[in-house]
């Protein structure tokens, strides 16, 4: 196996006349015929019904294997979302293929090859960039280098970008600032007291269940909460801990994140996300975040869509700390430093980055998004994944493995 393999670009055609704003209505006259004329369009278009239908209230988080598979490409039509511009000079990646093939890893203790990772169903895209090259590539059939895909909580390290531009730009003053200076709405919580370091590092002390499985558990409940729904309902938590002592994984309170931004910034992350990373640094495709239909509001912890291939220019970015091509710094000097620093309640975890030995830090999502970096090395792999189940499928410890298997077998 060598070279960049394809096995097909995306194989599902979309009318233009589809409406992007989904969840608040179907298409019109002429967007019906332009349904009715392509039948791959239809066939989203009846998902999307489906998955918007009363009852089922849009959970992905219960959607089948199947649904996710089309649904997670073409999400834009399923929830209503924000463009985010791609760039007119995309940063380039050329190619220089490497034959991987010999990469192994175990899990369990059994031996897989890079092919055996590739041929599970669970995986959809792989790229590996080493030195600001392609050294491989592999997608799913019916995929390819054009589709975008659900990113998760992938999205919250690129929130935590953000964030470092915002305090770069004199936006937010730094990260002891408490949260209810920027969301006063919060003030008299369980939130007051607790800074944008503490929630950055998940460690806001506020009672918070994570449970992808349970359909009464806060993350089912109000994982994708915006605005007024969202503080509201985070408002009422429960104190379980002093801020800053321990580690508790928390989607919501990255949305409270997100809303820290928008609220600091005036404006919506998608416009700063585009002005500030998206086009300067030149990103090739369109990205579109997931915005809550009662707030219009981007989730900090979740959804932006975006392509492999501009995911992987994602890490690029943050392994230049932030410095755009010509030059130009967007973070804080400091600022990829402190976000890879272990924190003192998890020393895995740093400003919504995972964090590995030798410096290596990663973007994680459910269903298997990822995004590993290691500077050390130059490399980047990205990874577009479908597991059977958010969290616990397993598919995780191939994901470690691969990656793990390529970076040693890149080793300079």
């Not at 989904?22 to 004329?37: I, K, T, W």
């Not at 220019?313 to 943050?318: D, E």
Request: hydrophobic letters at 40%.
């Amino acid at each position: 196996m060598t070279g960049i393999e394809r096995t097909s670009r995306i194989a599902l055609p979309l009318a233009a006349a589809l409406c992007l704003q989904a969840c608040a209505s179907g298409p019109d006259d002429a967007g019906m015929a332009a349904v009715e004329a392509d039948p791959e369009a239809a066939r989203i278009e009846a998902l999307a019904e489906r998955l918007r239908a009363p009852g089922n209230e849009g959970n992905v988080l219960f959607w089948s294997t199947e649904d996710r598979r089309i649904a997670f490409a073409n999400i834009e039509h399923i929830y209503p979302t924000r463009r985010v511009r791609a760039s007119e000079t995309p940063y380039p990646l050329p190619a220089a293929p490497r034959d991987l093939s010999q990469v192994t890893y175990a899990v369990e203790g059994v031996e897989y090859s890079l092919q055996d990772y590739l041929d599970l169903p669970d995986s959809i895209g792989m790229i590996v960039v080493q030195d600001g090259q392609v050294l491989f590539e592999d997608y799913a059939e019916g995929h390819g280098a054009e589709t975008p895909w659900m990113s998760f909580s992938v999205t919250k390290s690129i929130t935590s970008l953000l964030v470092g531009a915002a305090i770069r730009d004199g936006y937010i003053g730094g990260i002891d600032d408490p949260v209810t200076d920027y969301l006063p709405r919060l003030k008299g919580s369980a939130y007051e007291g607790v800074t944008l370091a503490d929630v950055l590092q998940m460690a806001s002390g506020v009672a918070w269940n994570e449970d992808y499985r349970d359909a009464d558990s806060d993350v089912s409940r109000a994982g994708a909460a915006n605005g007024v729904t969202l503080y509201d309902y985070m408002g009422q938590l429960p104190r379980a801990a002093p801020p800053g002592s321990a580690f508790n994984y928390n989607t919501g309170e990255t949305n409270l994140v997100g809303a820290v931004l928008r609220a600091a910034i005036g404006n919506n992350a998608s416009a700063y996300l585009e002005s500030n990373i998206w086009r300067p640094f030149g990103m090739e495709h369109d990205a579109h975040w997931v915005v809550t239909q009662d707030s219009g509001a981007e989730l900090g912890g979740c959804c932006l869509n975006a392509t492999l291939r501009d995911y992987a220019r994602i890490g690029l970015f943050a392994m230049a700390n932030g410095v755009l091509p010509d030059g130009t710094p967007v973070l804080p000097d400091d600022w990829m430093a402190r976000s890879t620093t272990p924190s003192s309640a998890q020393p895995g975890y740093g400003y919504l980055w995972w964090l590995g030995p030798d410096a290596v830090y990663s973007a994680r999502g459910i269903f298997g998004q990822t995004l590993f970096v290691d500077p050390e090395q130059g490399l980047v792999i990205a990874l577009h994944g479908n597991a059977e189940r958010a969290a616990g499928s397993g598919y995780g410890m191939h994901i470690r493995g691969i990656t793990t298997g390529i970076r040693q077998a890149l080793a300079h």
